[in-house]
Nanobody
Framework: QVQLVESGGGLVQAGGSLRLSCEAS????????MGWFRQAPGKEREVVAG????????YYAESVLGRFTISRDNARNTVYLQMNSLKPEDTAVYYC????????????????????WGQGTQVTVSS
């Protein structure tokens, strides 16, 4: 069993920053690529960023490129999402998730490519 627990969400003004954390527990915690998705009210869940096992390859959605940074600390079994220059359209519930394929060398971008999900953390950006 794998558990993912997100933290770090909150309310911030436009232009501000937040750092989300996702701590993983359970089997084979550091041998899978990880991702962050988000879901705004009335919208489908969408990929935000992803990172391979080594951290050598990352992916960002075009809407967050240059503003968000994904990283991981395998010794701490934790994945981070640093979010800068936040905009009201970044408001959503953010989910941490684990790739269902072990040691994938590329970043999967579809929800069906991921198996375990955290409970989500709310990020609200006021204008």
């Amino acid at each position: 069993q794998v558990q993912l627990v997100e933290s770090g969400g909150g309310l911030v003004q436009a232009g501000g920053s937040l750092r989300l954390s996702c701590e993983a527990s359970g089997r084979a915690r550091s041998t899978y690529a990880m991702g962050w998705f988000r879901q705004a009210p009335g919208k489908e869940r969408e990929v935000v960023a992803g990172i391979t096992v080594s951290g050598g390859t990352t992916y960002y959605a075009e809407s967050v490129l240059g503003r968000f940074t994904i990283s991981r600390d395998n010794a701490r079994n934790t994945v981070y999402l640093q979010m800068n220059s936040l905009k009201p359209e970044d408001t959503a519930v953010y989910y941490c998730t684990r790739d269902r394929a072990i040691s994938r060398f590329t970043i999967a971008t579809m929800t069906g490519d991921y198996d375990y999900w955290g409970q989500g953390t709310q990020v609200t950006v006021s204008s």
